[in-house]
């Protein structure tokens, strides 16, 4: 087991002892850098405990990779592996304050890995720099190093950025502000993304009703997209394990034992329908995007929760945040999170989103735009400083 300051990060620690190498050191794109992998199924663990976030040690550090992110934002390791079904890799770097990158679906091999939900499950990864993001993504991607392109536009989607909890400039200003110093703000565009979904995804309606009459604001479209994500999760999920579950009776935490015991009464009922609509987003959202379009959104609605708060409380906070993070899982195109500084001393991300296959180019854009990013951080930090004296 980890040690106090390791975060609790690691379940077991070993040195790889490199092979004979076919080529120079120099000439290996990752060499010299140390890494870490996920092993462990969720973030609050009954029975190896929860790493402690870095950023905040009363906030809980996310999701089933947050181990990997805790490695990375404890500056432990210099990179680390992930999953990302259903957000994995995505919430835990926003939480950590750290980048997260979620692959285009079905790019990186997922053999050898336990499934989850296959029409998800995703191998991402975390890192403190978006250099080194570049470098292990373009080994993953198996892709050449090639010169960034220019974003032909970027779309702020104002319905979606009303789901945050903090004030809405703390995570769009910083983007904005970027984009127009680098490429002019002619690229950047405002859209209703709930309402473009709503009619471009005709498949949808039949998830409409579902979880639309939540108290606090909501996009009834993302709800249902969210609805449509998590059928077909638990689907899949109780045809790769629910015989073992069933036959072994695992000893569950809390949480976990709940949506397991959703996920195994779950039946085929629409399952065919969510195919469809994982097809139809797929194409709506890469016409809305094109080659070199990107969509701009934040990665959950608001800071890291406090460790241990009931789960009814946080209803509304997972309704929201599933909303964004079916965006990428259903249409299955990549999506990166960028830490963007601090908000009452808790960490803040927006996610970057580009058409699948586009992992490159959204790569290698993320390395341009955060030199400007970190100048608007501080700046912002500073004035934040003066104001609260």
Request: hydrophobic share 40%.
């Amino acid at each position: 087991m980890a040690t106090d300051s390791e975060y609790g990060a690691f379940m077991e620690k070993f040195i790889l002892r490199p092979s004979p190498p076919l080529s120079s050191p120099s000439e290996l794109p990752l060499n010299g850098l140390t890494f870490a992998v996920k092993d462990i199924i969720n973030g609050e663990n009954k029975h190896y405990g929860t790493p402690k976030n870095p950023c905040s040690p009363d906030r809980v550090p996310g999701g089933s990779s947050s181990g990997s992110a805790v490695a990375v934002s404890a500056k432990l390791v210099d990179f680390s592996l992930g999953t990302d079904t259903g957000g994995s890799v995505r919430v835990p770097a926003s939480y950590c304050g750290v980048f997260g990158f979620r692959p285009s679906h079905g790019l990186i091999s997922t053999n050898g890995v336990i499934p989850m939900a296959q029409s998800f499950d995703t191998v991402g990864w975390f890192a403190r720099d978006p250099v080194i993001l570049n470098r292990v993504g373009r080994v993953l991607l198996k892709l050449p190093v090639v010169d960034p392109m220019t974003p032909s536009h970027i779309i702020i989607p104002e319905d979606c950025f009303q789901l945050l909890s903090i004030p809405v400039d703390q995570v769009t200003q910083a983007l904005v502000d970027s984009v127009q110093k680098l490429f002019g703000g002619d690229i950047i565009k405002h859209a209703t993304l709930g309402e473009y979904v709503e009619d471009k995804v005709s498949s949808l309606k039949q998830f409409m009703s579902e979880g639309t009459d939540l108290k606090e604001f909501n996009i009834p479209s993302l709800v249902a997209l969210s609805s449509c994500m998590r059928l077909l999760q638990r689907y899949e999920f109780k045809c790769n394990h629910g015989e073992w579950v069933s036959t072994v009776k695992p000893d569950l935490g809390p949480g976990i034992s709940e949506r397991i015991r959703d996920a195994l009464s779950t039946t085929d009922e629409n399952v065919s329908v969510c195919h469809t609509v994982k097809s139809e987003l797929r194409d709506a959202l890469s016409a809305l995007l094109g080659d070199y379009g990107v969509l701009a959104i934040p990665t959950v609605p608001g800071p890291p929760p406090k460790l241990q708060t009931e789960g009814t409380s946080l209803e509304n906070f997972r309704a929201r945040a599933f909303s964004l993070l079916s965006i990428a899982g259903v249409s299955g195109f990549c999506q990166v999170s960028i830490p963007l500084g601090r908000h009452n001393n808790l960490p803040v991300a927006v996610s970057l989103l580009a058409k699948h296959g586009s992992d490159g180019f959204l790569l290698n854009l993320v390395e341009t735009l955060y030199g400007t990013f970190e100048e608007h951080i501080k700046l912002a930090e500073k004035v934040a400083e003066k104001t609260s004296y």
